[in-house]
């Protein structure tokens, strides 16, 4: 079962490897949300792990603050969508 987890990604070329990739996917979410089964690799990076509610919470505030600061230039444009996490 998949865990969610915050942590910024480190820019380090080995900070998701292909080796971590193939025990389990590492994904990534706006906000330093990353989703994943792979408990070494979280370990590893020293990310904090927290609840699927506060990781969705975390990222619709972010979404809710780039709509606060995104300006429209034409009425086409649309503003960031919400995201659902799995």
Not at 9 to 33: C, L, Q, R
Request: negative net charge.
């Amino acid at each position: 079962m998949s865990k969610y987890y915050i942590i910024a990604d480190s820019g380090e070329k080995d900070f998701v490897t292909h080796e971590d990739n193939a025990i389990a996917y590492v994904e990534n979410f706006p906000a330093d949300i990353w989703v994943t089964e792979n408990t070494e690799w979280a370990q590893r990076v020293g990310a904090t792990e927290t609840t699927k509610e506060a990781a969705q919470t975390r990222l619709n505030d972010y979404i809710d603050y780039l709509r606060s600061v995104y300006v429209k230039s034409t009425p086409e444009d649309i503003y960031p969508e919400y995201i659902e996490l799995p």
